[in-house]
């Protein structure tokens, strides 16, 4: 699942909320971020929660193409780990 958006925040949390339940049904969620600049907490929330909701069904979350930027608000927000 390819993310088009520049931003991403609690505006968007619906609509990616629903993508990944769709993608978690076909098996395992991979997200490209290539595309994405920013995010907020929200966004976070969900994909942490995504990633539990993966790891009790043995299906995989993934986040691939990650920038710089997002890796600076990860780490800012001590979730690395995502």
């Known amino acids: 699942m390819k993310i088009d958006k520049n931003e991403l925040n609690i505006y968007e949390v619906a609509s990616l909320h629903q993508d990944i339940l769709d993608e978690f049904k076909k098996g395992d969620v991979v997200i490209d971020m290539s595309n994405v600049k920013s995010i907020d907490l929200s966004i976070i929330q969900l994909f ?4 539990k909701s993966c790891s ?21 927000a001590k979730c690395e780990s995502i």
Do not use: R, Y
Not at 48 to 51: D, F, N, R, T, Y
């Open 56 to 76: 009790d069904n043995t299906t995989k979350f993934m986040l691939t193409n990650i920038s710089q930027e997002l890796v600076d608000i990860f780490k800012s």
């Open 48 to 51: 942490i929660s995504a990633k």
